[in-house]
């Protein structure tokens, strides 16, 4: 980003930044496993650490989050302004309705910036003029992405510049071999940077109107996956339909997977563009009543439209 | 690879490295249409030049590969070392039948290094220590692997380090603009390096036993896909069989596949590890048989092993 996106502004920045998160929810891909079952074995194999929460718990993509953010915007981004998921809480289930609705659901690192109201309705926020999201969470993705088959440890960031069009690069994100080369570039580039004086090659970014501002994530437009769980009964459906229609959240598509008895079912909704403010509460409501078993699961779905 | 991976050995650079062929072989595989069709296509879109030589037979590719080759190994690598074979001769049966196996056909520039004869079957070659492999071609890649996923215009070069392990680095081949991005960086690269007077920043290699050998193609080892015209009566296969028998290479699989009438069949060996040379004499001794119609089709697999 700092040699070969001279002159880009970086549109938008999706990184797949931490090896035990991928290597947990590609294994719960592969073999339809629960979460818990995975990351026990993770942590006996050693690709997880004890307590996992640092890694699982989103904490050290947000680290790596914040300095992609700042190399692509070039102001400094406090960890406290980037929203931040894990994917304790994403489910066996919620990976094999992603898959049957063609998707993959990975944890994804995410800087974009977001246009001006009414330039493009897909990344708008509402009120503002330029800013930029900075956020990590679960998130659908498409089967066809180039970062769907980013798998096991291995590590990705896409970079979308309003010149170069898209890019990615790729590789192992965890293992010794892989962080000790990394290691030794970056101690080359810093001393052949003190040895020739040259601290600041090239400027890391375009300066633009949106410096400094992070939207907040109750202000971010998403797509989403929402997954409750129902008692089958007449009525259900016009419930929850007429809340997300007060909220004014458009709903995409609804699944009730068969196969399932007793008395509760799954029942998926695929949401349109919606400020994530709108859907949240939308989701409190819903939550309460009492048709509907356990917390709504909500994972954010991306398009890369 | 100046920069990212240092103190690293290149053992292997895989190129999608021409935006025309990449274009043409996805259509072809995504449509089913033959070469000429989708040429003619491409020509018209402004995708392929006239005459498409420079792309379509290789030599643009050879002129990428020859500099990457040159950044990983530390030497200059002469184009006419540089063996070159284009996909003018890869028809819709080839694309339809590799896909029936796990495989999809690509355009690689290859850049290996080989190494000694016995520690590793797979990669070796005949009567030499150590030689670098430099070559382009078309190559029968599995399904499965990240560059089979590069499709259209993108290009895509994977390189695998000793230290590093596995990379890949993507972005768009074609077009005005990611064109114009690049030649901008690269300007600012060399501009900053006359400023600061370092004109070499970092070897971009590690120096090694194998410089400036460039092994002879016919001595270089692959697997193959290969596929014939053949007179469907008995004793074909048996004929066939026994030229790769008494050249000393393995059959791994023959397929012959079923709905094809007439007087000619389509039959297909894939190939165990061999040299390029002995598959080329063995080739023209087959196709010199009575029992096949026109030219053996060859096209190298990679496994990636």
Chains 1, 2 share one sequence.
Request: aromatic share 8%.
């Amino acid at each position: 980003m700092r040699e070969g996106f001279v002159g880009n502004r970086i549109n938008a920045l999706y990184g797949i930044v931490n090896g035990t998160c991928n290597y947990i929810l590609t294994r719960m891909k592969l073999e339809g496993a629960d979460f818990d079952a995975v990351l026990a074995e993770a942590q006996k194999l050693g690709y997880a650490e004890t307590p996992p929460d640092l890694d699982i718990d989103g904490w050290d993509s947000q680290h790596k989050i914040g300095i992609l953010a700042s190399l692509a915007h070039g102001f400094w981004v406090q960890p406290e302004k980037i929203h931040v998921e894990g994917i304790r809480h994403i489910s066996a289930m919620d990976i094999k309705f992603a898959g049957e609705l063609g998707y993959t659901i990975k944890l994804l690192g995410i800087v974009k910036r977001i246009a001006d109201l009414g330039t493009n309705r897909k990344s708008q926020i509402v009120n503002h003029k330029c800013r930029v999201q900075v956020s990590v969470y679960p998130t659908l993705i498409p089967n066809s992405h180039v970062l769907a088959s980013v798998n096991h440890v291995f590590n990705a960031v896409f970079v979308r510049g309003d010149v170069v069009g898209d890019t990615l690069f790729y590789g192992r994100g965890a293992g010794k071999d892989a962080t000790a080369s990394a290691v030794l570039s970056d101690l080359a580039d810093a001393a052949l940077d003190l040895k020739f004086g040259t601290p600041s090659r090239v400027p890391p970014f375009v300066p633009h109107e949106c410096k400094g501002a992070v939207a907040p994530i109750a202000e971010v437009v998403s797509q989403y996956f929402v997954r409750l769980n129902v008692v089958d009964k007449p009525g259900t459906l016009a419930k929850i339909a007429a809340i997300f229609g007060q909220s004014k959240i458009g709903i995409s598509s609804v699944i009730q997977p068969e196969g399932h008895e007793g008395a509760s079912v799954p029942l998926i909704f695929m949401l349109h563009y919606a400020p994530n403010g709108a859907v949240t509460k939308a989701l409190v409501k819903i939550g309460r009543l009492p048709v509907i078993k356990g917390q709504p699961v909500m994972i954010r779905v991306e398009n890369f439209e």
